[in-house]
């Protein structure tokens, strides 16, 4: 069971442009969604979470935009750079008991010079 | 202040063998959560250890296994290891400090090759 779908799969945007990467839960108890960006033979490191009691949240070129009734967030990256060529995650998580990420199949972004 | 460590990098093991992989904590993480990560997709939860206790499991069978010290450092040990098991197991360590959001800090991952 997919408990969160991540598109699209693969994304190219030129420098400068604007990358838009969306995700969809089901779950209604997931309270926390972060998103993790991963290199090639690094662990995901943590961009950017947000709580649903806020519908946007900014650090940067990083957004994320949050909507709640339709159970979507997504991450928007403003004047991408070649350096943000990676791999970004989704994930959803509950604050109480374990707090397991449930991470989206992933994004492969690559940011065209 | 350093960061999340696992140990071995890499590794190449035959089916049916057995692994233990190691990860210690980020220095005042006292929870540790492990994932297995396949080829081109996202981590799935394994496990958690929360002060030494196994504090909820994912959808994997017994064969996996884990133990956390008292110094909050953690192991995975998987039992006779099936070609489905080649993946990078990544180690995740929180400060669980009751807090509403608390980030999970990956390590740089174990990746197991079952031959």
């Known amino acids: 069971q997919q408990q969160v779908k991540q598109s699209p799969q693969s994304l190219i945007v030129q420098k400068g442009g604007i990358s838009i990467i969306n995700c969809a839960y089901e779950n209604t108890a997931f309270d926390y969604f972060p998103w993790y960006q991963q290199f090639p033979g690094k662990g995901p490191a943590l961009l950017i979470a947000?709580?649903?009691?806020?519908s946007e949240k900014k650090e940067g070129r990083f957004t994320i935009s949050f909507n709640k009734s339709a159970k979507q967030f997504s991450l928007h990256i403003m004047d991408s750079q070649p350096g943000d060529s990676a791999t970004y995650f989704c994930a959803a998580s509950r604050s109480s008991g374990r707090r397991a990420l449930t991470f989206g199949s992933g994004t492969r972004l690559q940011v065209q010079p | 202040e350093t960061g999340v460590t696992q140990s071995p990098t890499h590794l190449i093991k035959t089916r049916g063998q057995q692994v233990t992989l190691r990860c210690s904590s980020q220095s005042g993480h006292n929870t540790v959560s492990w994932y297995q990560q396949a080829l081109g997709q996202g981590p799935q939860f394994i496990f958690q250890y929360y002060r030494e206790e196994e504090n909820g499991r994912g959808n994997f069978p017994p064969r996996f296994s884990g133990l956390q010290f008292p110094n909050y450092s953690s192991e995975l040990n998987v039992n006779a290891l099936e070609l489905d098991d080649s993946a990078l197991y990544l180690c995740?360590?929180?400060?669980?400090?009751?807090?509403?959001?608390?980030?999970?800090?990956f390590g740089p991952g174990t990746r197991l090759t079952v031959l």
């Open positions: 947000i709580r649903p009691d806020v």
């Open positions: 995740a360590s929180s400060p669980w400090t009751g807090g509403r959001s608390d980030t999970q800090y």
